[in-house]
């Protein structure tokens, strides 16, 4: 649209000022889209390092807010979007760089549509193979990122991966929406979803309120998948991601195992579109 809305671009981080500095020096050094404002949300950051590069980002006009907060990414980022001018929130994690400088372009494009709701886009890791590119319900039995270590220039089954298409759901780590609809929806679960799966909780609400959930593969980014807060395979943070997975599989039921945007013929253990062995639709 012209005149260009502004997009408030959230960005929560504690500490690690290099990724941080590479993130936000890529976005304003790569982005074309002309109207936008970053917003660094600190959580409990102690470094000195760290402390010297936000006094460095608020003389670059760029807001810093302090969350002193325990983590928890839903309440983070529903704290920033509170503080937010933009009429668009994109959510972007602190750990990722700007590939194509139309990436906010694009997806503005998208999400300004009416009945459009969550815009997602197509991430790599930095060995140049995807990270996400699309969410797929059901796999590794809540959901999972479709293609997942596809070699970037793969065109994925009847080459998804270099079109523009529906899904339930697309990750946070980079993420458009329009701040009205965010709050209709009242924007990520704090209670439940402090860590994981609040990206697919707010997509599916999203999608629960008539709109429609878009991935773009015309915008990319380079992701350093969880290279701040790290993994989830550490015995001590077992009992929340069980009772993450447990609130899932209650509020969402069987939509969990039979994506509307996937088709029920496809394999649920793999990332790929491969048929399902044996089938997953009963016998008639």
């Given at each position: 649209?012209q005149?260009a809305?502004?997009?408030?671009i ?5 500490d690690q ?10 976005i304003s050094?790569?982005?074309i889209?002309?109207n936008?404002?970053?917003i660094v949300?600190?959580?409990q ?6 402390q010297e590069l936000?006094e460095?980002?608020?003389?670059r006009?760029i807001?810093?807010?302090d969350?002193?907060?325990p983590?928890?990414?839903s ?7 509170e503080h ?5 929130l994109?959510f972007?994690?602190n750990?990722v760089?700007?590939?194509?400088g139309?990436?906010l372009?694009e997806m ?8 459009v709701?969550?815009?997602g886009?197509k991430?790599?890791?930095?060995e140049?193979?995807?990270?996400h590119?699309g ?5 590794n039995?809540?959901?999972g990122?479709?293609?997942k270590?596809?070699?970037?220039g793969?065109?994925?089954?009847r080459?998804r991966l ?6 339930s ?6 993420l458009?929406v329009?701040?009205?609809?965010f709050?209709?929806v009242?924007g990520?679960?704090?209670d439940?979803l402090?860590v ?6 707010l997509?599916l ?9 878009i991935w773009?593969?015309h915008?990319?980014l380079y992701h350093?998948?969880?290279v701040s807060?790290g ?12 009772s993450?997975i447990e609130?899932?599989r209650k509020?969402?039921g069987?939509?969990?195992q039979f994506?509307?945007?996937y088709n029920p013929n496809l394999?649920l253990?793999?990332?790929d579109?491969?048929l399902a062995?044996p ?6």
């Amino acid at each position: 649209p012209q005149p260009a809305p502004l997009v408030s671009i959230i960005i929560p981080t504690k500490d690690q000022a290099p990724i941080l500095r590479a993130c936000i020096d890529s976005i304003s050094n790569s982005t074309i889209y002309p109207n936008y404002e970053i917003i660094v949300v600190d959580n409990q950051s102690e470094e000195a390092e760290t402390q010297e590069l936000f006094e460095e980002l608020k003389e670059r006009n760029i807001q810093v807010l302090d969350y002193p907060k325990p983590f928890n990414f839903s309440a983070i980022n529903n704290f920033a979007a509170e503080h937010a001018n933009g009429e668009f929130l994109a959510f972007v994690n602190n750990d990722v760089t700007i590939i194509n400088g139309e990436w906010l372009e694009e997806m503005i494009s998208h999400a300004c549509k009416d009945h459009v709701g969550a815009v997602g886009a197509k991430l790599y890791f930095p060995e140049d193979c995807i990270q996400h590119a699309g969410v797929i319900l059901g796999i590794n039995g809540v959901a999972g990122h479709c293609f997942k270590y596809a070699v970037r220039g793969e065109p994925g089954q009847r080459n998804r991966l270099n079109l523009v298409q529906q899904f339930s759901a697309v990750t946070a780590a980079c993420l458009v929406v329009r701040k009205t609809i965010f709050k209709e929806v009242e924007g990520f679960e704090e209670d439940n979803l402090g860590v994981a799966f609040n990206d697919i909780d707010l997509c599916l609400r999203i999608k629960e309120a008539g709109y429609a959930n878009i991935w773009t593969p015309h915008a990319q980014l380079y992701h350093h998948e969880s290279v701040s807060r790290g993994d989830d395979n550490d015995q001590s943070r077992k009992v929340r991601v069980d009772s993450e997975i447990e609130y899932m599989r209650k509020r969402w039921g069987d939509l969990l195992q039979f994506d509307p945007t996937y088709n029920p013929n496809l394999t649920l253990e793999f990332e790929d579109f491969s048929l399902a062995w044996p089938p997953r639709l009963p016998k008639e």
